[in-house]
């Protein structure tokens, strides 16, 4: 298949690779020349990783570059993918320039928390969907299918089958604040700073019992560490506005993020790192 990924940082990279490595011919778009360059080397370290770590079964890192073109999109291409900041009139702006070059291409946005329909507005409706990757997309198993009103159904169905055939379980989803993922992982990660706030437990004791009890591969206390409290905060203020009072982040969240306690990324989060 010909596929495009439009934006090559961390998630475009990945989604490249992921591509390539299942015999796919990519096309990666990016903003200029010089980022182009850095997502071909973010792409290429990526692949070669997973050489070194024997991923690729008997496939060679260099000979699946070889499929990576860093140009404008073909013609005929099937799919398209964005993976550009989380800007609705950027992601449209991107989507409606493919919707131009690739007049066949599924056109999906690999957003994490846009409204898929607002994205759609003014594009070819029928062809446009989410396809949520996880990070690091090579590894992740789960893809979020997601799907809007005025999408083909045939299109939802041909994206179901190529995540498929690359070895992601596929969870379809409507377009709806947060999607699956997002709103239950951040409900329970902010119930979790609640009992924090309200002395229930030490953040190492709710993460136990969740890790001990529930057979979570991680606490939600760890979890929120990783995404970073600023990024769980953003999410949690935007399905508040979205969904309602229920979603309103807890103070100490706030507090935490006010002073510069981000999580692993800072050094000190729920946890000291
Ligand atoms: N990072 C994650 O863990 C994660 C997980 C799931 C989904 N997402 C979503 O994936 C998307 C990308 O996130 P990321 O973390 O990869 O961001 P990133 O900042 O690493 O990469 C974004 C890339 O888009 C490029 N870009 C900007 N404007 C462009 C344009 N006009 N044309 C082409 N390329 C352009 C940038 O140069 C950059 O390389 C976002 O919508 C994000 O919400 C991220």
Request: proline share 5%.
């Amino acid at each position: 298949m010909k596929a495009v990924v439009i934006g090559g940082g961390t998630m475009g990279a990945g989604i490249a690779h992921l591509l390539l490595a299942n015999e796919h011919q990519v096309w990666l778009v990016e903003a200029d020349a010089e980022r182009a360059n850095a997502g071909f080397l973010g792409v290429k370290a990526s692949l070669h990783r997973a050489e070194a770590k024997g991923k690729l079964k008997d496939r060679d890192a260099d000979e699946l570059l070889a499929n990576l073109t860093v140009a404008e999109p073909p013609a005929d291409a099937e799919l398209v993918i964005e993976a550009v900041p989380e800007n609705v009139p950027l992601k449209q702006k991107v989507l409606g320039f493919a919707a131009e070059k690739c007049p066949d291409a599924i056109l999906a946005s690999n957003t994490s928390s846009l409204s898929i329909s607002e994205i759609a507005a003014g594009l070819p409706g029928e062809r446009v969907l989410g396809m949520h990757f996880f990070n690091p997309v090579p590894v992740q198993q789960l893809v979020e299918l997601v799907h809007h009103e005025g999408v083909d159904p045939a299109n939802v169905a041909k994206a179901r089958t190529w995540a498929e055939e690359m070895g992601k379980t596929v969870i379809e989803v409507r377009d709806s604040p947060g999607f699956a993922t997002s709103r239950l992982g951040v409900a329970v990660g902010m119930e979790a700073i609640r009992m924090l706030e309200e002395g229930v437990a030490s953040a190492a004791d709710i993460d136990t019992g969740m890790k001990l009890g529930y057979r979570w591969p991680m606490g939600p206390l760890e979890l929120t560490d990783l995404v970073g409290l600023d990024v769980r905060l953003a999410i949690a203020e935007h399905l508040a506005a979205e969904l309602g009072p229920r979603f309103d982040p807890p103070q100490l969240l706030r507090d935490k993020v006010a002073q510069g306690e981000l999580g692993k990324k800072t050094g000190q989060g729920f946890f000291s790192w």
